[in-house]
């Protein structure tokens, strides 16, 4: 996913810092949503001039029609940014087993996510959807996974469910 920071867009008020950029490939849009579709899309062009007495003041040439707009943003100011990660409550017990390698009387380590508090729990039970720990008050799979994350075998935390 591409991003940009809006102090990098130049526009009529800035007009004069964007000279250096003539030449140079960018996106143009009149909107902040349109700038940010046209960085998605990849959909950049040279910078042909600039018209500092109009607020579309930045031009680019499009099937041999020059095109103004109000907004410009150089290419080199737009960064990649890693997706975040989605997650979602485990689907069943089955699920929770192969992921946490965490059985029926084995001990695990959760971490509620209201006040930080670590615990470890015995696993008591389990049946379609829910679970039961001792010292939790919750036990449906959701519930865990909106509100606990457990310690994996790398001791590091992880949300109560598995990665989409």
Same mark, same amino acid.
């Given at each position: 996913?591409?991003?940009? /920071? &809006? ?10 810092? +964007?000279?250096?950029? @003539? !030449? ?51 290419? /080199? &100011? ?10 979602? +409550?485990?689907?069943? @017990? !089955? ?70």
């Amino acid at each position: 996913m591409k991003t940009f /920071d &809006k102090k990098d867009v130049l526009s009529w008020a800035n007009c004069e810092d +964007a000279k250096q950029y @003539i !030449g140079t490939k960018g996106y143009f849009a009149h909107t902040l949503s349109q700038l940010n579709d046209g960085i998605q899309k990849s959909d950049f062009h040279r910078l042909e001039t600039i018209d500092d007495s109009n607020t579309n003041c930045f031009c680019k040439e499009g099937n041999g029609v020059m095109c103004y707009w109000s907004m410009f943003l150089p290419a /080199d &100011k737009v960064k990649e940014v890693e997706k975040p990660k989605k997650w979602r +409550a485990f689907k069943d @017990i !089955g699920e929770f087993q192969c992921v946490t390698n965490k059985f029926i009387g084995d001990i695990i380590e959760v971490k509620s996510d209201w006040d930080g508090r670590a615990y470890r729990c015995l696993i008591m039970w389990a049946t379609e959807g829910y679970i039961g720990m001792a010292g939790l008050r919750f036990s449906l799979l959701i519930d865990l996974f909106e509100h606990y994350q457990w310690k994996d075998s790398n001791n590091e935390w992880q949300p109560f469910g598995v990665e989409e």
